[in-house]
């Protein structure tokens, strides 16, 4: 942050701070409000800082090298010192303490539950904790103008949710319909037999990869999709028989506004817009959630959506970055 | 961990732990020789210092194998680190050493430090025109047709979690350098998204 004369533009630095989601002072918040010259430079660093993420969020998970299946040849030589190999060993063992760690029902980024609708309902934006000048909104997708989203929420007031550009779109839910030939998904599930039933199904290119006890992830591309599942065919060429079924959560990180259902919960964090809007920065759309999903959670007929993200810190301070709060609405949905 | 349904009722941030005392303890007890906390050390940072050296290298292979460099050297030298910067911004500055390494003795060039100094900033022309009309999807892609001294700083900034000082402290020069050379990125990507004529 940077002391500055209230009638001169942010300085790099406060922009790149506002697009990163790290503290920014009051003064400077102010002037973006009102500076349209340097709202359009803020939205500009984040359309660069949203492409840096997508690639970020593709990057696959680190290595783990003494994973079932044997180290590539490649590794294989990474592995020659003992030291090394100890340190990949306990690489290995991080993997498995993640995996006790990150259930559905105890992810360390966020948690979906279910209730009756609370005091709140009424509700149309609220501030995020811990997050200052973030708001979140909750409701039911009503439409899409556009770029435009007009939910309603569960006190049946409507709110406008614009985005951009640079706004991550995630949808989840009994979506199997979205598992189509030829997409690149990520498979995560029991395996027996050479099959794997599908526990989740991430569509594109997945934010960060969630394991659970006695599930196995694997990353191929789609092939002779039928109503009982699909082929999963890896880039070894290996042909893996894939069960799905109506338990069987599809998320897709990195979906479009258009491909959101009518009816879909969306939880949207932004800043406040003009009108009482919500300009987004990060929406996801939960959408004929699967009964099981999370495990043991169940939607009491009609019971309203209640979702708690728990971000990550970064210092002392909490990441309000746009892409640790998409990367909670995505892990979570 | 948070109790899960503390919050229901309310869609709520809340923070899970405090990472940066997490990181000293976790290095203190690698100084000691501590497995386990090595192994939360890289689940921790593993992740986010190979999508950095990917971003760089654009190699997947090295730089799993730098990120394996990394640990290694974070293993050995954990006892070193005296907490005069994040935990995050020590690991990323020493993949970035491994990587320059590396690409060195690929006769390879990571940053030319020249050569960033001296591109200009954008100011008002076409190029942020074509940034004001891209589609993030677009973004995406000029950025991989970056030089990877463009990649590495928008990387740093964008994708490391880490603030433009521990930016400046990671490629060892000041935050106005830092800046100048975000905002040289910036015209450069913006100059790809011209040249393919992504933007009307």
């Known amino acids: 942050m940077n002391a500055r004369p209230a009638d001169t533009h942010l300085d790099l630095e406060d922009l790149i701070a506002e697009v990163t989601g790290q503290p920014v002072d009051d003064r400077a918040r102010e002037h973006l409000a009102r500076c349209e010259h340097c709202r359009a430079e803020a939205n500009r660093w984040d359309l660069v800082a949203g492409g840096v993420r997508r690639l970020a969020a593709a990057t696959p998970e680190a290595p783990q090298p003494a994973r079932p299946g044997g180290p590539r040849p490649t590794r294989l030589r990474v592995l020659a010192a003992p030291r090394r190999r100890a340190v990949l060993a306990a690489g290995v063992a991080a993997a498995l303490v993640l995996v006790a760690a990150v259930g559905y029902g105890a992810s360390r980024f966020v948690h979906i539950t279910f209730g009756t609708a609370g005091p709140g309902a009424s509700t149309v934006l609220t501030a995020v904790t811990g997050c200052t000048g973030l708001q979140q909104a909750v409701g039911t997708l009503e439409q899409v103008n556009g770029t435009s989203l007009v939910i309603k929420t569960a006190g049946g007031q409507p709110v406008t949710v614009t985005t951009t550009a640079s706004t991550f779109v995630s949808m989840s839910g009994a979506l199997r319909s979205d598992i189509t030939d030829g997409a690149s998904v990520v498979v995560h599930g029991p395996r027996s037999g050479g099959t794997i039933g599908a526990v989740t199904v991430t569509v594109g290119p997945p934010f960060s990869a969630v394991s659970s006890p006695g599930f196995v992830s694997v990353r191929g591309t789609v092939s002779d999709v039928s109503s009982a599942g699909f082929t999963l065919v890896t880039s070894t060429g290996t042909r893996v028989p894939v069960t799905t079924n109506g338990d069987t959560l599809v998320v897709v990180p990195h979906a479009s506004l258009g491909q959101l259902r009518h009816g879909a919960t969306i939880f949207a964090v932004g800043h406040a817009g003009p009108g009482g809007t919500l300009s987004a920065r990060a929406v996801a759309a939960v959408s004929q959630l699967p009964p099981g999903v999370p495990p043991g959670l169940h939607a009491p007929a009609g019971a309203h959506l209640h979702i708690s993200v728990h971000l990550r810190t970064q210092g002392h301070a909490r990441n309000c970055s746009p892409s640790a709060i998409t990367e909670a609405l995505a892990l979570g949905a | ?200």
């Open chain 2, 1 to 200: 961990m948070n109790d899960p349904h503390r919050d229901a009722g309310a869609a709520t941030f809340t923070a899970s732990h405090d990472g940066a005392c997490d990181d000293v303890q976790l290095l203190r007890r690698i100084g000691q020789g501590d497995e386990d906390a090595m192994a939360a050390f890289y689940r921790e940072h593993g992740r986010v210092v190979l999508a950095q050296v990917l971003l760089v290298t654009g190699e997947r292979v090295l730089a799993e194998e730098i990120l394996q460099d990394t640990m290694l050297a974070v293993w050995r030298g954990a006892a070193s680190f005296r907490g005069e910067s994040s935990a995050r911004s020590w690991v990323i500055a020493i993949a970035r050493r491994q990587t320059r390494d590396r690409l060195r003795s690929r006769r390879l060039r990571v940053v030319d430090d020249a050569f960033l100094a001296d591109q200009p900033g954008p100011g008002p022309g076409p190029e942020v025109t074509a940034l004001d009309r891209a589609e993030l999807a677009e973004v995406t892609a000029a950025i991989r047709e970056l030089p990877a001294p463009h990649r590495e700083v928008l990387g740093l900034a964008f994708g490391s979690g880490l603030s433009l000082p521990e930016v400046a402290g990671v490629l060892e020069i000041p935050v106005g350098t830092v800046k100048s050379r975000l905002t040289a990125a910036r015209t450069a990507l913006s100059r790809i998204l011209n040249e393919k004529g992504q933007n009307r």
